[in-house]
């Protein structure tokens, strides 16, 4: 009998860890397009960590596309916008171009200014840590939200309002229409240690926020607005998938003239739901919490063998 309990117990513990492995096996991520034309989106992986493929594709007004990533990856996504290909084949977009040449990134990173989703899966604590940050500047709104996950900081992120209108003369990216289509960070503009917490502003302590990433700040308090803005704009989740929208639903264009400094702040409603948040949570896909409901079922299982033994 000692040896029938002792097969059980590595049963039930083979069982458990196979599938709790595939909680933490991966993560889903799907791109969804509000935008009211295309998005070409960029991925760059974390040095030494195996690159996600495709690096980079385009996104059609109201199209949606799904990449899986795997445990303890880690990288960015950023949206390109006004992109197009020469006579010699040569790829380029008018912003957060990678300067690859190609639709694909292959490793290579956003040229500033771009708005940012950066993402470290099964990271401390298993948790994963998730941010949209502006320190690069801005191009896009963009919204990112869990699915299927849990945490006490585990909500959505972003920066869901049109800043290219409101943003400051001194910043302003146009194009050759003389339209306003990206902002840049002030370190970009001006290359300042100050700007860009670098040299003897190098830490917390001496980097603190400057008139124009407070722009940034009013208008998307959830985002990191300057290298050091960690404390409002990191968030955990365990057991998510991500959904990561490009111009979302509740995006407010924001018009201003050039001596007007600071753009108003979205309303954020923590209660809210947002459109396309929920499509994982009812689509094929299976969640994580899936498989934790599968140990339990088998656990159940074998005690119930147990009791007729």
């Not at 208008?219 to 404390?231: G, L, Q, T, V």
Request: proline letters at 6%; one cysteine or more; hydrophobic letters at 35%.
């Amino acid at each position: 009998m000692a040896k029938l309990f002792l097969s059980i117990s590595l049963l039930i513990l083979g069982i458990s860890q196979t599938l709790i492995q595939g909680v933490n096996s991966s993560a889903t991520f799907t791109f969804v397009n509000k935008c009211d034309k295309t998005v070409w989106v960029g991925i760059l992986s974390n040095a030494g960590i195996t690159p996600l493929e495709p690096t980079g594709f385009a996104l059609e007004k109201g199209e949606s596309h799904a990449l899986n990533a795997p445990a303890s990856w880690g990288g960015r996504f950023w949206g390109r916008t006004d992109c197009s290909e020469d006579s010699d084949g040569k790829f380029t977009c008018g912003t957060g171009d990678c300067g690859s040449g190609k639709i694909e990134c292959a490793g290579a990173g956003a040229t500033p200014p771009a708005t940012l989703a950066e993402f470290t899966l099964d990271g401390d604590g298993g948790m994963d840590f998730f941010d949209v940050s502006l320190v690069d500047g801005y191009n896009l709104p963009m919204l990112v939200a869990p699915t299927g996950g849990s945490g006490r900081n585990c909500t959505y992120t972003g920066c869901m309002v049109d800043l290219n209108g409101a943003c400051p003369s001194a910043l302003k990216v146009m194009n050759s229409d003389g339209e306003g289509v990206a902002c840049k960070s002030a370190c970009e503009a001006f290359g300042e240690q100050e700007y860009c917490c670098s040299g003897a502003f190098g830490t917390p302590d001496t980097c603190k926020p400057s008139s124009y990433s407070q722009l940034f700040k009013t208008a998307c308090p959830r985002a990191y607005s300057y290298a050091y803005d960690d404390k409002t704009s990191t968030f955990t989740c365990n057991g998510a998938d991500y959904q990561v929208t490009f111009c979302p639903p509740s995006t407010t264009s924001k018009k201003t003239t050039d001596g007007q400094q600071s753009p108003a702040a979205p309303d954020f409603n923590p209660g809210m739901v947002y459109e396309g948040a929920d499509a994982m949570e009812n689509s094929g896909t299976p969640q994580r919490h899936t498989y934790i409901h599968a140990v339990i079922v088998a656990v159940a299982a074998v005690i119930t063998m147990v009791a007729f033994l």
